[in-house]
């Protein structure tokens, strides 16, 4: 597999708990996953333990920051966050909610996926997923 298929596979294990977690709660925290260099797939969560409601943006760092330090040390391939947003859609002047994914390979690949969607009662009406490229910086300039 190429950089992009490991990343999307990556995606692709992580995505579900984020479903399960709107289903269930209507709402959940960032959290993440990385690729072992062996091709494992481990979920990851943050939170601070001196805080009941921490900050979205406080877990994203913490999330990211532990990432960093694993692909310094050359402990994974590949790694996800992900959370919930608010999004402006293509080709559209609507706004919407989606689960966004970071995805970024030691490889040079980085991208940000969007998944919108509406929550009528307890299911989820997913909307057209879009992508856009995004920073390497997990990993180091690509």
């Known amino acids: 597999m190429n950089a992009k298929?490991?990343?999307e596979k990556l995606m692709r294990a992580v995505l579900p708990l984020a479903e399960?977690?709107?289903r269930r709660y209507g709402e959940f925290y960032p959290y993440?996953?990385?690729m072992k260099l062996d091709g494992t797939i481990v979920d990851v969560g943050a939170g601070d333990p001196d805080i009941e409601h921490p900050k979205s943006k406080d877990l994203i760092y913490i999330l990211r920051s532990s990432f960093r330090e694993m692909?310094?040390?050359n402990q994974c391939r590949a790694v996800a966050v992900v959370f919930n947003v608010a999004v402006s859609l293509p080709d559209s002047n609507r706004k919407s909610d989606a689960i966004q994914v970071c995805v970024e390979h030691a490889d040079g690949y980085s991208?940000?996926?969007f998944f919108p969607?509406?929550?009528?009662?307890?299911?989820i009406v997913c909307e057209k997923?879009?992508?856009q490229a995004a920073k390497h910086d997990i990993?180091?300039?690509s």
């Open 117 to 123: 969607y509406q929550m009528i009662g307890r299911e």
């Open 20 to 22: 399960k977690m709107l």
């Open 5 to 7: 298929q490991e990343s």
């Open 32 to 34: 993440g996953g990385y």
């Open 111 to 113: 991208a940000e996926v």
């Open 71 to 73: 692909a310094s040390a």
């Open 129 to 131: 997923t879009f992508a």
């Open 139 to 141: 990993f180091g300039p």
